[in-house]
């Protein structure tokens, strides 16, 4: 039943944390849209193609946590463990959670599912 449980949470944060990528994290600007660079200069309004965006990192934990699922629970720690710390690096660059939209928000709660996911399955 635990298994069960952990992939029902896994795959939902997976899907989540997908889906958020391509919506607008702030001021109208997909995560596709937001450069890396962001995660180490604070946020700034330059924009950035899908192949230097945070989309590439948020979906590549999305990947490794996703293989967890199948091969084993470090692995999925692994992908959870990208996804939070790309999701709160970028918060602290932001400076805060004021003005964030909808695709980050499924990021986070997506990243949630998956820790929990990767908790329950040990």
């Known amino acids: 039943m635990r ?3 952990a992939w029902l949470l896994g795959l939902a944060g997976v899907v989540a944390v997908g889906y958020g990528a391509f919506t607008p994290w702030h001021d109208g600007i997909a995560g596709t849209s937001v450069p890396i660079a962001d995660l180490f200069t604070g ?6 193609g899908l192949v230097t965006s ?5 979906l590549l934990g999305a990947a490794i946590a996703a293989a967890g699922l199948l091969v084993s629970g470090i692995v999925l ?3 959870a463990a990208l996804l939070l710390l790309t999701v709160l690096v970028w918060t602290v660059q932001y400076g805060g959670v004021d003005g964030l939209q909808v695709g980050y928000w499924n990021s986070v709660f997506g990243t949630l599912l998956v820790m ?4 329950i399955k040990g």
């Not at 946020?43 to 950035?48: L, Q």
């Not at 945070?54 to 948020?58: D, P, Q």
């Not at 929990?116 to 908790?119: D, G, K, R």
């Open 54 to 58: 945070i989309a590439v990192l948020t």
């Open 77 to 79: 720690r692994a992908g």
């Open 116 to 119: 929990v996911a990767a908790t």
């Open 3 to 5: 298994t069960l449980l």
């Open 43 to 48: 946020v700034h309004d330059e924009r950035a």
